[in-house]
C-alpha cells in the first residue's frame, strides 16, 4: 500500500490505523475540494521518492469518526505516523519540500 490518487469513502478504524506497523500518512481531504486539489501534485511528488511510506487518502466530512478522532478542522490535512504514533502534521500544504521533509521523518 503505497501513494493512493483515490479517496476511500469506507475509511479505516482508528484502532486499525494505530495498529498499523512502519510508516503511514493519512490524508484528510475531499475530491471537491480545491485545497486539496491544489495539493495533490506536491503530495505525488512528495511520494515518489518514498514508495515504501503508506499512503491512506480518506474522504471527510461531518459525521467521520476518523477524522474527527485526529481533530481535523481543514482540508487537506497529512498525518504522519510511524508505528500508530503521530511524528509530523502539515496542514494545507503548498509545497513538495514540506511533504518531502515530513516524509523523511518517518520513513
Same mark, same amino acid.
Given at each position: 500500500?503505497?501513494?493512493?490518487? $483515490?479517496?476511500?469513502?469506507?475509511?479505516?478504524?482508528?484502532?486499525?490505523? *494505530?495498529?498499523?506497523? /512502519?510508516? %503511514?500518512?493519512?490524508?484528510?481531504?475531499?475530491?471537491?475540494? /480545491? @485545497?486539496?486539489?491544489? $495539493?495533490?501534485? @506536491? #503530495?505525488?511528488?512528495?511520494?515518489?521518492?518514498?514508495?515504501?511510506?503508506? @499512503?491512506?487518502?480518506?474522504? =471527510? /466530512?461531518?459525521?467521520?469518526? %476518523?477524522?474527527?478522532?485526529? /481533530?481535523?478542522? %481543514?482540508?487537506?490535512?497529512? #498525518?504522519? %505516523?510511524?508505528?500508530?504514533?503521530? #511524528? $509530523?502534521?502539515?496542514?494545507?500544504?503548498? *509545497?513538495? =519540500?514540506?511533504?518531502?521533509?515530513?516524509? $523523511?521523518?518517518?520513513?
Amino acid at each position: 500500500m503505497a501513494y493512493s490518487e $483515490a479517496f476511500l469513502e469506507t475509511p479505516p478504524t482508528r484502532e486499525a490505523v *494505530d495498529a498499523q506497523h /512502519g510508516p %503511514l500518512v493519512v490524508e484528510f481531504g475531499t475530491p471537491w475540494c /480545491g @485545497h486539496c486539489k491544489a $495539493a495533490m501534485s @506536491h #503530495v505525488a511528488a512528495a511520494f515518489a521518492n518514498y514508495p515504501q511510506v503508506a @499512503h491512506l487518502r480518506i474522504e =471527510d /466530512g461531518p459525521g467521520q469518526r %476518523l477524522g474527527r478522532s485526529f /481533530g481535523v478542522k %481543514l482540508w487537506p490535512t497529512l #498525518v504522519f %505516523l510511524r508505528d500508530g504514533v503521530e #511524528v $509530523a502534521r502539515l496542514v494545507r500544504p503548498t *509545497d513538495t =519540500d514540506a511533504i518531502d521533509e515530513a516524509l $523523511a521523518r518517518i520513513a
